[in-house]
């Protein structure tokens, strides 16, 4: 079995891509441009730093999705993660003059390593069981950070002094200081990001991964080496979620420990799901769903509230009905919308009728 | 799968139910207000009926034109406050958005009414700095007043300052006293404490116990209360607890047996908080293990008193940063009433140091914008009136309040000192400056002087 | 290091916390026991109820009849969710199972924090007429509310053992919790099995929030994520033994209250739950490897 997979491996190489793949890479090209570009004209600074905040989810979530919908693996504890992502990038970027991305690679590499020590004994639990001893181990680490706060400019390790009057801003890279510089530099983060994932996905260790959410056994029986390959799931999620930390901290300049509740890593599950676990563009819409509806709401005097209800919703609706949340949903209901009204159309027509599908 | 078929009609049911009425509250709510209509939470002391001893006052008096409703273009001003489950400060702007309503009943600003935009913060930085330029560059708001927030002023502060804003807000965070574009009404966590902390060394505690919520700027709250314990020659334990609390015993128990007999347990927490670590105390008996009990402003409300029963009766020392509603009977604090029972419907709070903090607060924009007589009412006309508040009497404070052109703003610097008394606060000490042992209020008495006490 | 003096009055709080995680831990593994599901919504249901008893007593309701009503609607909330999404969900991994809680957990919290909005200077306690009397033990007063926590969760351990062992309804309960298909062709009315389970589970529910609410706090935040420390002690016992949760949250109770005097570790005390769990976990899959396939119950 493994030799098949070495072999399929230099053949898909050589395939070219078909034309929906070609459409669709386009379609996202042109977004992206539009985002990157077009976007920051558009929107006011309110909706910039917002569209800055799904930046950074959409990574956290893209992270989260690998775990959950590639491996198998739920975690509860990402927001932690994050928050520890934060922490190493706000401590570097007061304590050094290292430039932006390199402090942003730090913090990805030391979480990621944090990210393995944790998960190492824990991947011997399966299923609930690692479910729940990632929400144990979050909470441990939000107790940690409530006494230990952010470093906010102070001396020591731990970099924090309690009885600042002042409290010195994180500081940007150069060439994205203004707010609309910062949202495009977190938008490319963020494409680089989602490269990588993708990197990951077409090559081995996607494959070993469809193996291993397929079925352990029988990926053990064919030869993968199932511990490794989830430690490189926990590790790839660890070292996003912690670069995503490191854009979060230029992006606030100020950090705080209250900012990272142990419930959020539960809320951010619910709106993983929703988006879609399944495919990429999931983890874009459950950053929208986690940060630019509230911000939306919050506009228009709605009361947050709603939007818990809903990813309560949401999340039942995804485990009941729609196990690939609504970035395969929606394509999927407007495939079927559209099948509809095609039919209606020729029912209308004088030709002999199909019965509808629905 | 037929079986399943009524279930998931059911499923499909709600989510659309959600979904409609997700959009319904959408499409429904305005933008300007953001508190949710009030509903079961009916405050101790309702303010539907007029207290013993106070004269009823035609609200009428908040404006120049008794009567005549301001027509004139808005003149648009912006509050940020925290609203999140657990915190909610909304009551502040809320109530500043009432003595605004009455001003536009009655005249407005010259014929102009104002406009109070009102931005809600779940203390996500990112969210706060987002409301701020929301707050200028779309609504275009031209003063900021009534901000009350856990971390806003840290985060915005230096916006401020670029733009030019010298905001009037309840302040919380250190950069709401120690920036020169903020100026408070209240004293703020760190000079309440010491309030309450100045209390407890004159009655002569041996030693201090000072107690705070985990929230940030813990150091430099816990500074003011260590400096005066360090002057009285007296130990001081600090302590912080994580919120909410999930087990007030151990805090209590803890808190007794640091301060021993002799000594003072002061606590700086939210009302549910304190609520929560008083109650434990006499769950546990040990309300009488000290010789007292302190708190600062957060537990100055009847609703506290009345929870807490008689066995607090001049036991438990709250200092009070605002004066005393109940017990007090001059004209303001009667409009202040009547203005609350006509136009306050959002302040779900009631009677009350938020509520005050609020009216205050608009009482001082009102008074700068109606000092701006070239009739045009810009960010730099309105923001420089504000700064010229000078030695104003609010009718609510212990002193006149100032503004002025300082590095720094701590204008309310002297508090009185309250006690329950069979489910109501009343006056145990009255007026008292804040001592300038605290190293930050002998800087600012250094550059504003001291504020003559309001007669 | 504080003395013996100083540990003391801990003790006796430390074991009224320790009722209290027992109370959630204990309901909460007595629900995967008969229904299959970590019942994750377990202190959002409860804090709902508290909250109901709180406006009816507010609107003059009699303290019984409040009580009452908390405990029928936790009941309902909780035999409409089994109703609706147990069947859905039955065949699921106990995994997805427990992710589904979570989504009423949140639509719970949602709609708690709207109906009972956080005004700034309020603050809801719900009392108990137990809380007026008690007895000292050393040198601080324990009320009888605390020994009813602490009793109750006695009380629920030994007789839910029983219940599900001994009783023809405890084994079914038991049975369809592991396979509900097999268990159905066995000629078990499994509809009514499972609508009995659920609707203790709720009555559970709410009684413990009740009780919660009088001793923690009468707040949705505070209770609903409550269960997130009790989960500690449903680890240990590896969601199987109702006595080991008991257990386990009595000494996970303990020990937070006896690190408050230790001034080095004090800010740390409120991890104490997740530390022990996790490295109880640890050391209990060291061996080998922990799934929670629908073979294990």
């Known amino acids: ?31 992206l441009l539009f985002v990157l570009l077009g976007l920051p004209q558009l929107m006011s600074l309110y909706y910039i730093d917002t569209m800055t905040q799904v930046a950074v989810y959409s990574m956290v979530a893209v992270g989260l999705g690998v775990l959950v919908g590639r491996v198998g693996l739920v975690s509860l504890g990402q927001v932690a993660v994050l928050a520890i992502g934060a922490w190493v990038a706000a401590r570097l970027l007061f304590a050094t003059t290292q ?99 993708l990197a990951h996905i077409k090559t081995r260790p996607g494959r070993a991964w469809a193996a291993i959410r397929q079925s352990e056994p029988a990926a053990l029986a064919a030869g993968i080496n199932i511990w490794f390959y989830k430690l490189w799931a926990f590790a790839l999620a660890s070292f996003i979620t912690g670069v995503a930390g490191g854009v979060l901290a230029g992006a606030v300049h100020y950090l705080y420990s209250i900012g990272f509740p142990t419930q959020d890593s539960i809320t951010l599950l619910a709106v993983t799901l929703m988006g879609g676990v399944y495919s990429l563009w999931g983890a874009v819409v459950a950053a929208l769903l986690y940060q630019f509806l509230p911000a939306l709401l919050n506009n228009w005097g709605v009361s947050a509230d709603w939007l818990i209800i809903l990813f309560g919703v949401g999340v039942l609706q995804v485990l009941t009905t729609a196990p690939a949340g609504l970035a395969d949903q929606v394509p999927r209901d407007l495939a079927r919308l559209g099948r509809f009204l095609r039919n209606h159309v020729r029912k ?11 | 799968m037929k079986r399943l078929i009524p279930a998931r009609l059911a499923r499909r049911t709600i989510m659309l139910a959600a979904a409609i009425a997700l959009a319904a509250a959408g499409c429904s709510s305005s933008s300007s207000t953001s508190t949710p209509a009030a509903t079961s939470t009916t405050p101790g002391t309702s303010a539907t009926s007029a207290t013993p001893g106070t004269t009823a006052v035609s609200t009428s008096q908040c404006g120049s034109k008794p009567g005549v409703a301001a027509t004139g273009t808005p003149i648009a001003l912006g509050a940020i406050a925290t609203n999140q489950p657990g915190t909610s400060f909304t009551d502040i702007p809320n109530m500043a958005n009432a003595y605004f309503a009455c001003v536009n009943a009655n005249g407005g600003i010259n014929g102009h009414p104002i406009k109070l935009y009102i931005e809600t913060e779940q203390t996500n930085p990112a969210q706060i700095a987002a409301d701020a330029k929301q707050l200028v560059q779309t609504d275009h708001v031209v003063g900021i007043i009534g901000n009350t927030s856990i971390i806003e002023c840290s985060v915005d502060s230096s916006y401020w300052q670029k733009l030019g804003y010298y905001i009037i807000d309840s302040g919380i ?28 060394l004159a009655q002569h505690a041996s030693k201090i116990v000072f107690d705070q919520s985990n929230v940030p700027g813990t150091g430099y709250i816990a500074a003011g209360p260590a400096a005066l314990a360090k002057a009285a020659n007296v130990p001081i334990v600090q302590l912080t607890e994580n919120v909410p609390i999930s087990d007030a015993d151990s805090v209590a128990i803890k808190e007794v047996d640091d301060a021993g007999p002799n000594g003072a347990v002061v606590l700086n927490f939210t009302p549910p908080e304190a609520l929560v670590i008083l109650q434990a105390a006499q769950k546990l008996g040990l309300e009488d293990r000290v010789k007292l009990w302190g708190c600062s402003t957060p537990c100055n409300t009847d609703f506290l008193a009345a929870s807490l029963g008689p066995k607090w009766n001049s036991k438990l020392f709250v200092n009070a940063e605002l004066t005393p509603p109940d017990t007090t009977n001059t004209a303001t604090m009667n409009l202040y009433k009547a203005i609350l029972k006509q136009y306050g419907s959002a302040v779900s709070g009631g009677i009350g140091s938020f509520s005050q903090m609020g009216f205050t607060e608009a009482e001082i924009a009102v008074h700068a914008l109606e000092s701006i007589t070239s009739g045009s009412y810009t960010v730099a006309s309105v923001n420089t009136a504000f700064k010229a508040v000078s030695g104003f009497n609010t009718g609510m404070l212990c002193q006149l309040w100032t503004y002025g052109s300082y590095p720094m703003h701590i204008p309310n610097n002297a508090d009185y000192t309250v006690t329950p008394d069979n489910g109501k606060m009343v006056t145990a000490q009255g007026c008292t400056q804040i001592s300038s042992v605290d190293p930050q209020i002998a800087q600012y008495r250094g550059v504003a002087g001291t504020a003559p006490l309001a007669p | 290091m504080p003395s013996w003096q100083d540990f ?16 959630s831990g204990v309901g909460l593994v007595v629900l995967y026991r008969a229904t299959g599901v970590l019942y994750l919504a377990f202190g959002a249901v409860g804090a709902l109820g508290a909250l109901i008893a709180w406006s009816l007593q507010k609107a003059g309701t009699p303290g019984w009849l409040s009580w009452l009503a908390s405990v029928a609607v936790a009941a309902a909330v909780t035999l409409g969710y089994g109703i609706l999404f147990g069947p859905a969900l039955a065949r699921r991994d ?6 589904a809680t979570i989504g009423l957990t949140l639509i719970l919290y949602g709609l708690m924090d709207l109906l009972w909005t956080t005004s700034g200077g309020q603050a809801r306690s719900i009392t108990l007429p137990t809380d007026g009397s008690g007895f000292s033990v050393g040198q601080i007063q324990v009320t009888w509310t605390q020994v009813i926590a602490l009793a109750a969760g006695v009380v629920l351990t030994v007789a839910t053992g029983a219940f599900l062992r001994y009783t023809k309804l405890g084994t079914a309960m038991r049975a369809m919790a592991n396979d509900r298909d097999i268990t159905a062709t066995l000629g078990v009315p499994v509809r009514r ?8 589970c709720g009555v559970l529910a709410g009684m413990a929030g009740l009780l919660l609410a009088d001793l923690v706090a009468l707040d949705a935040t505070t209770l609903t994520f409550l269960v997130i420390s009790s989960l500690a002690a449903v680890l240990i016992a590896r969601l199987r033994s109702i006595t080991v949760t008991f257990i386990a949250a009595i000494v996970i109770g303990l020990l937070h209250d006896l690190l408050t005097p230790v001034n080095s570790l004090t800010n740390y005390r409120d991890m104490t739950p997740f530390v022990i769990a996790a490295v109880a976990l640890l050391i209990l899959s060291r061996h080998q490897v922990m799934s929670q396939s629908r073979e294990e119950a």
């Open chain 3, 94 to 99: 106990p995994l997805v199972k427990a992710v």
């Open chain 1, 99 to 197: 430039p932006f991305p390199l402090v942003l690679l730090e913090a990805g590499l030391i979480t990621m390593v944090l990210g393995v020590v944790i998960g190492l004994p824990a991947l011997r639990l399966r299923g609930l069981y690692l479910a729940l001893i990632t929400l144990m181990l979050a909470g441990a680490i939000t107790v940690v950070l409530a006494t230990v706060n952010f470093p906010n400019g102070g001396h020591g390790f731990l970099g924090y002094n309690g009885s600042l009057v002042h409290i010195p801003p994180i500081r940007r890279p150069s060439i994205a200081t203004s707010d609309p510089a910062y949202f495009r530099y977190s938008v490319v983060v963020a494409i680089l990001m989602f490269a990588l994932v």
């Open chain 3, 8 to 23: 003391e009055p801990f003790i006796v709080s430390g074991l009224a916390l320790g009722g209290v995680y027992a109370l």
């Open chain 1, 348 to 358: 209308a027509a004088p030709a002999p009728t199909q019965g509808s599908t629905k």
């Open chain 2, 173 to 200: 965070a250190p950069e709401c006293y120690s920036t020169p574009n903020s100026a408070a009404v209240n004293m703020g966590p760190r000079y309440s404490s010491d309030g309450a902390v100045q209390y407890a």
């Open chain 1, 1 to 31: 079995m493994p030799a098949t997979l070495e072999r399929a491996s230099p053949a898909r190489a050589r395939t070219r891509l078909s034309r929906p793949q070609l459409i669709r890479a386009a379609i996202t090209a042109a977004l």
């Open chain 3, 193 to 200: 099995v499972e609508a009995a389970a659920w609707l203790g």
